[in-house]
């Protein structure tokens, strides 16, 4: 075993991981593969020199490899942002040699674009909140079948609300085609089972965060319910990682993009980089908002005379995250507790 200090690169697989240890000086001591196992990692790494710190980039799977190689070994092991490393690249090539090589040289020489690991807590409560939105995604597919058999048929709907008891009695007993009629049925049934697992998977969510300070004191929030509240909590993770709230309105995708040259001053819609689900549930959130606070009436009725509705809603989502930054910034987080 060799005490001199070393910079490791870990390019994560299901079967496998690419170890890469550079010196201090960037020359590559060893550059293979070994099993899917933080012992093996341990021992290839430990033959070689003792780590300042270990890179390995974002993916699935990657996240519970480092906690659990981190617990073993008690190293620093940090979380790459692949789309970011991908930039830093000197060609398009793409092997497990140079994305294990390339994670070490820049952890050697502090460029490493770091993203936070989540804790084991905080990973269970994504994997509830994005298998809700699966799901959820699914019914309204099946929504948008049933509009189409609808349209296909050249059936009108009648004026009441679509989805309601009434509608779907109506739905039930219009006149189709043998065929058309078979898969409606299907369809129907499908819908009711989708809506029963929403139902399931809420309930599951309300018992996963029953005692998470965090979530209930966003659930304290006017207009904010459980699926705003767990999304945050589980998205978002530690407050505290954010130094400002500018940064975590950046992060949540509710940031103006800079369009500004020279005297001319723009911007040019939100930023393109975010988290899709976390944006999405921010702006809804932002349209209710002003039926429950005077606040942000205001600023939706100042603003609206000037601006689209959309660009309102973006600009209450990102002055009501950047206001909520400061009053939860401090609650400490429960990260062991898993519902049973």
């Known amino acids: 075993m060799s005490i001199l200090p070393v910079y490791v690169g870990l390019d994560y697989h299901d079967d496998s991981v690419r170890v890469c240890v550079l010196s201090l000086e960037g020359d590559a001591l060893v550059n293979r593969d070994v099993p899917n196992s933080p012992a093996l990692v341990e021992e290839l790494v430990l033959c070689h020199g003792a780590p300042r ?6 993916c699935c799977g990657a996240a519970d490899f480092a906690t659990k190689l981190s617990e073993l070994t008690g190293w620093d092991v940090r979380m790459a942002h692949p789309g970011y490393v991908a930039k830093l690249k000197k060609s398009r090539d793409k092997t497990d040699h140079g994305d294990a090589w390339l994670l070490a040289d820049l952890l050697r020489v502090n460029y490493l674009p770091e993203v936070w690991i989540a804790d084991e807590r905080t990973r269970q409560l994504r994997r509830l909140v994005r298998y809700r939105e699966s799901v959820s995604s699914e019914r309204k597919n099946t929504k948008l079948r049933i509009r189409s058999l609808l349209r296909e048929e050249r059936i009108i709907s009648p004026r009441s609300r679509p989805w309601t008891k009434a509608w779907m009695e109506w ?8 065929e058309s009629r078979w898969i409606m049925s299907r369809l129907i049934s499908e819908l009711r089972d989708k809506l029963k697992s929403l139902q399931e998977i809420e309930k599951r969510m309300s018992q996963a965060v029953a005692d998470d300070a965090l979530c209930q004191k966003l ?16 998205e978002i993770g530690r407050f505290d990682r954010f130094g400002t709230g500018k940064q975590l309105a950046r992060f949540c995708g509710v940031t103006p993009r800079n369009a500004s040259s020279g005297k001319r001053v723009a911007d040019a819609g939100l930023i393109a980089e975010s988290n899709k689900n976390l944006r999405r549930v921010l702006i809804e959130a932002a349209k209710r908002l002003p039926r429950h606070e005077p606040r942000w009436k205001e600023l939706h009725t100042r603003l609206r005379r000037t601006k689209p509705a959309n660009v309102v809603s973006a600009a209450i989502a990102n002055r009501w995250i950047r206001s909520l930054y400061h009053q939860v910034k401090d609650i400490p987080l429960d990260e062991t507790r898993l519902a049973a």
Do not use: M
């Open 53 to 58: 710190g270990l890179a390995i980039e974002a």
């Open 219 to 234: 659930l304290e929030q006017a207009g904010v319910g459980l699926i705003t509240a767990i999304t945050l909590r589980a």
């Open 171 to 178: 739905l039930a007993s219009v006149n189709l085609g043998e």
